[in-house]
């Protein structure tokens, strides 16, 4: 089945510090989803990325859709305490949509 | 924010006891889904719903059995509760349709003793 993967699982950064997550799919996907999950909180969605090469940004967020449409990435500017949170990509296959492992960002003030 | 939710959000149990978890949303969404998550840990789809009387099981084996009788409500069901079911669940509904995100309730944080 399809497996989606990301890297690192954890990452502590210095306040002010870039962070980038990674994700990678074990199968082509149609579109990636992102969300944030805040400590004890629910999974919010963030962005969708559906075209090859696609890039969005969401003020200090950046997303990022491969060539392939296997993998993607998250790339956070200058961290914040609000960026505390466990991000998922999730990846759409044939019919399901099936989330990666997390990185859980932890920010050192 | 997204108008889903989850009753109880919290509940502590004894083995072997019967329990349902109860997730409505006033959304409209034909799509429902129930998650497993351990604190911190990455999400387990274990059944879904594509409207009415629609119900599939997920990529998690689990021991649970849901429900979908009505467009607004999925509850999940726990027939004889044993440790190994202490976790978080997870509900969510979305949209009809190949690309529609996910929104999630607060979820309910279960112990079995």
């Known amino acids: 089945g399809q497996q989606v993967m990301q890297i690192p699982q954890y990452q502590h950064v210095q306040e002010g510090e870039d962070f980038t997550t990674y994700c990678n799919s074990s199968t082509t996907l149609s579109n990636i989803q992102w969300y944030k999950q805040r400590p004890g909180g629910h999974p919010v969605f963030l962005i969708q990325l559906v075209k090859s090469g696609e890039v969005k940004k969401q003020k200090r967020l950046t997303f990022q859709f491969g060539e392939a449409k296997k993998n993607s990435s998250l790339h956070i500017t200058a961290t914040q305490t609000t960026d505390v949170g466990t991000y998922f990509c999730?990846?759409?296959?044939?019919?399901?949509?099936?989330f990666g492992t997390g990185t859980r960002l932890t920010i050192i003030p | 924010e997204a108008d889903i939710y989850q009753t109880p959000r919290y509940l502590v149990i004894g083995t072997g006891k019967k329990i349902t978890l109860e997730c409505s949303q006033t959304m409209g969404h034909d799509k429902m889904y129930w998650y497993q998550q351990d604190p911190g840990m990455e999400l387990h789809l274990i059944h879904y719903s594509y409207g009415v009387n629609s119900t599939e099981k997920g990529d998690l084996s689990s021991e649970s059995t849901v429900s979908r009788i009505r467009t607004e409500h999925f509850p999940l069901t726990l027939e004889s509760a044993r440790p190994s079911h202490t976790s978080q669940y997870l509900c969510a509904s979305s949209e009809l349709g190949f690309d529609q995100p996910q929104h999630f309730g607060d979820g309910t944080r279960l112990s079995i003793l």
């Open positions: 999730a990846g759409q296959g044939n019919e399901k949509l099936t």
